[in-house]
């Protein structure tokens, strides 16, 4: 019997920690990802087959000139209909974006089922998005058999764009908790901070965090593991804060090394902060370290608490003396680890590839 055709399209941000669970499908259903030439990670630890397909990014100059002049013409997709070819669902990303239209325009001639992931939660509508956002949204909707947002709050956000109730089934992503375990705790305090350099991703929170506690008498250093263009800044403020020597940089880190960064760790820090067009959607890091067993610090913006239900230490965005106090209250005591057991479950790899099964097993066998 032949296995339904599946293809994955995540623009030029596939990746093996958002793919992975698509791993333990393979004996259900014939997955490939279709990556482009300027995809911005390595794949090659993903154990799927993967197709090359072009987009109008791959033919402009490299960095910030080529970027700008995709954003003016328009990038998508080329030759996207030779591709999906013989699929019977078409998994893609986001509203409003062309890496979700340029499918949901080929979903009727081709006769594919469409599957949204939806990470955003913040309900842009029309008023709110670039002129040519308004119109990918409008087109892309109505196309949708079933969105799958990754939180409640990624939910209720596709129902104030219209989406139909019934089209929305939440569904979180999965970590390998396998590779990120840990039981061990290091023999001193170490501080991670994880994700971009960029200023909403707050890791000058975190550094000013620690310098108080280091104030204090507290012997903790820090990890920043990331890069982006907030990195010289912050450098610079880790040395006005007087953090040289106690903070560690790490630019590049392979995915498949993290675990390894995970359990140098004695905690964890997301000190995300809100900005007018972004917040934290989901934090696969916060998944990451759970399964890790890191305590966790967290701001409380965005789907953040509704991601932990109820596991960690929250304080509000921006305010990093009440970071300081929560980091304080685990740099008191010797490093351990925590047991975030329900949690690492609902976001293992086997209950998502169960939850996309069960997806594509309905929009099969709908009319």
Known sequence: MTKPRVVLLRGHAANPWDLRPWELLTDRFDVRVL?????????????????RVAALRDRLPGGRAGDVAALALGDRYLGLEGKLRGADIVHAA??????????????DPLAFKLVLTVWETIPFVGAYRRFRGRRQRRETIPQVDLFLPVTERARRMLLLEGAAPERCVVAPPGVDGARFRTTEPPESHLVLSAGRLVWEKGHQDVLRALAWLRRDGQD???????????ERRLREHARELGLEGAVEWRASVAYTDMPAVFAAASCF???????PVWEEQFGMVLAEAAASGLPIVAASSGAIPEVLQGNGRLF?????????RRLGELTAAPPGREDHGELVATYSVEAAAARYAAAYERVLSSA
């Open 94 to 107: 986001e509203i409003g974006v062309p890496y979700s239209h340029g499918p949901a325009l080929l979903r």
């Open 269 to 275: 820090v997301l000190a995300s902060l809100p900005t």
């Open 35 to 51: 990556v482009t030439g300027s995809n911005a990670f390595d794949v090659s630890s993903l154990a799927l087959p993967v197709d």
């Open 316 to 324: 509000p965005p921006g305010d990093w003396e009440a970071l300081a």
């Open 220 to 230: 903790v250093r820090g990890m920043v593991v990331g890069r982006g263009p907030e």
